[in-house]
T-cell receptor, first 115, second 115 residues
Framework: EAGVAQSPRYKIIEKRQSVAFWCNPI?????LYWYQQILGQGPKLLIQ????????DSQLPKDRFSAERLKGVDSTLKIQPAKLEDSAVYLC?????????????FGPGTRLTVL | AQKVTQAQTEISVVEKEDVTLDCVYE???????LFWYKQPPSGELVFLIR??????QNEISGRYSWNFQKSTSSFNFTITASQVVDSAVYFC????????????FGPGTRLSVLP
């Protein structure tokens, strides 16, 4: 079974530029998560989708971050414009069932550096 | 609100020593789930265990064991006879079943196992 795929693996941009990350979850997984992991910290949830609907985006900085999950499969996370403090690893995760709390399966992450 | 504390920032042990990683949590929910994840130097988070709040039985899996105590709100992780390959950052996480199922991760404990 293929794992969670993310691209790109690394991205370097200058502040005020835009960037987008892509995630393809494990086939059949209903729930998809985006996390931000700043160096030396634990992952922080940005947004949670169930199928193609948003369940929780309370910690998403909506003035600059946006995310979508079209057709309930792939997802993209966008930052526009980027700030220095957005430098972090952006992790995508998926889990199989909606009706209970399951473990999440994580992708390799995208390391973003904002100069 | 839910919170996870991992008081040990970094631990160093010599190979074959036993080591315990502490995790203390706070939750308003009566039904919740606790997790441990491993993040090796490659960066991808690896699921280790999930426990629900109704199951306080300790669990052993090979060299790994977990001690769940609701009375002290702790879910500690012990590695017996540690190996160099155990070197990683370990995260404890909490998910409340009745409040959106979103995960909150602790800050992590960096374990270094020296040969």
């Amino acid at each position: 079974e293929a794992g969670v795929a993310q691209s790109p693996r690394y991205k370097i941009i200058e502040k005020r530029q835009s960037v987008a990350f892509w995630c393809n979850p494990i086939s059949g997984h209903a729930t998809l998560y985006w996390y931000q992991q700043i160096l030396g910290q634990g992952p922080k949830l940005l947004i949670q989708f169930q199928n193609n609907g948003v369940v929780d985006d309370s910690q998403l900085p909506k003035d600059r971050f946006s995310a979508e999950r079209l057709k309930g499969v792939d997802s993209t996370l966008k930052i526009q414009p980027a700030k220095l403090e957005d430098s972090a690893v952006y992790l995508c995760a998926s889990s199989p069932r909606v009706s209970e709390v399951n473990e999440q399966f994580f992708g390799p992450g995208t390391r973003l550096t904002v100069l | 609100a839910q919170k996870v504390t991992q008081a040990q920032t970094e631990i160093s042990v010599v190979e074959k020593e036993d080591v315990t990683l502490d995790c203390v949590y706070e939750t308003r929910d009566t039904t919740y789930y606790l997790f441990w994840y491993k993040q090796p130097p490659s960066g991808e988070l690896v699921f280790l265990i999930r426990r629900n709040s109704f199951d306080e039985q300790n669990e052993i899996s090979g060299r790994y064991s977990w001690n769940f105590q609701k009375s002290t709100s702790s879910f500690n992780f012990t590695i017996t006879a540690s190996q160099v390959v155990d070197s990683a950052v370990y995260f404890c996480a909490l998910s409340e079943a009745n409040y959106g199922q979103n995960f909150v991760f602790g800050p992590g404990t960096r374990l270094s196992v020296l040969p």
